[in-house]
């Protein structure tokens, strides 16, 4: 069986846990710090915040804006649900915007109709690690910039790092993200003050003042993964765009649509993406030759809303095509060679 995702996990994360057991201490200490540190100093930023989960993160990002009941937040349709239960977690309103169709991120025309007097943030993920390529447009809007870099530590937009570009930037280190740390995410930003904020707001204990505060903390045994799995993050990105580009030249005549390529961003292949008209039948076959490709959205959040779908054209049709294959660094050559073969197979018939 070859499954879509897998954590790449080795010896040194193993070694790495037992040192932290062996210390007696296992909560957030010295090892969150030093995860932090080397999280900020990988992206060229003085600091970072770790936390429990990407989805905190966000939390804690919209509410040191001060997002609030009534503001509204726009998002794309085409994500997963965290950013919807963010958003709804300090009852503010989610604005669903279309995608585009060539690089399957938030639309900017779109999110400009959209925008009105109480827009008090844009959330802009970059999906599957494919930068957005019309982010510098969003950047000139008058609104908070929130970059979701949870799919996409490691890719750049026109040289520099992504989430270090908007006002704030928020990481996942789930088990099937770029690298892991179980369960957890960073906070990131330029600005210190918010930094200071999010910090603050992660835990609620041992404070002068009281405020409603969180348990978001990071334990050292998962900053011990993480640290582990940082250094070898350029490893990781490295073997991902090796099969990205055995995938390309084997796919290259087949009849698939791919997303477009711009010179001034660089992806890490978090997922590799194709569209496709006759999908569930492509993915039958592979799940019936054990080899488990996937939709990459579940559900997109207009459907999960009940808006029209006809105010949705792109993610529409984009979810109804699109699947994604195994890539992760661990993926073995024979299994990568497999997956070719059983694609080309499948066109054969």
């Not at 939390?59 to 503001?71: E, M, V």
């Not at 990481?171 to 179980?182: H, I, L, Q, R, W």
């Not at 600005?191 to 999010?198: E, G, W």
């Not at 990459?296 to 699109?322: A, C, G, M, W």
Request: aromatic content about 12%.
């Amino acid at each position: 069986m070859i499954p879509h995702s897998k954590p790449t996990l080795g010896i040194e994360e193993s070694k790495a846990i037992i040192k932290v057991l062996s210390s007696g201490h296992i909560n957030q200490g010295e090892q969150v710090k030093e995860f932090e540190q080397l999280f900020a100093r990988f992206l060229g930023l003085n600091s970072a915040v770790a936390v429990n989960s990407g989805t905190s993160a966000l939390h804690l990002a919209l509410y040191a804006l001060g997002i609030g009941k009534g503001d509204e937040v726009i998002i794309p349709s085409f994500v997963c649900t965290a950013l919807l239960n963010a958003i709804n977690y300090l009852g503010a309103k989610p604005v669903i915007a279309d995608i585009n169709a060539y690089d399957y991120n938030i639309s900017f025309s779109d999110v400009k109709k959209r925008i009105t007097k109480r827009t008090k943030a844009i959330i802009v993920p970059h999906i599957f690690g494919r930068p957005s390529y019309e982010f510098h447009r969003f950047l000139e809007l008058e609104v908070p910039i929130i970059e979701d870099c949870a799919q996409s530590i490691g890719a750049k937009y026109e040289g520099a790092n992504l989430g270090t570009l908007g006002d704030i930037g928020i990481y996942s280190f789930y088990a099937t993200k770029v690298f892991t740390t179980g369960e957890g995410g960073m906070v990131v930003s330029k600005s210190k003050d918010l930094v200071n904020r999010i910090d603050d707001l992660r835990e609620y204990d041992n404070k002068h003042d009281y405020e409603i505060r969180f348990n978001y903390k990071m334990s050292d045994l998962q900053a011990a993964i993480g640290l582990e799995q940082l250094r070898k993050l350029p490893e990781f990105i490295c073997k991902r765009k090796d099969v990205a580009e055995k995938y390309n030249i084997a796919f290259n005549k087949l009849p698939f649509n791919f997303p477009q390529v711009f010179s001034h961003i660089e992806p890490i292949w978090y997922r590799y993406i194709v569209l496709y008209e006759r999908v569930a039948e492509l993915i039958r076959f592979f799940h019936e030759k054990n080899i488990f490709v996937s939709r990459p959205i579940f559900k997109p959040l207009h459907r999960y809303l009940y808006f029209s779908n006809e105010d949705y054209p792109v993610t529409e049709k984009v979810f109804k095509q699109l699947l994604s294959f195994p890539i992760y660094p661990s993926l073995k050559t024979s299994d990568r060679e497999k997956i070719i073969g059983r694609t080309i197979q499948f066109f054969n018939k």
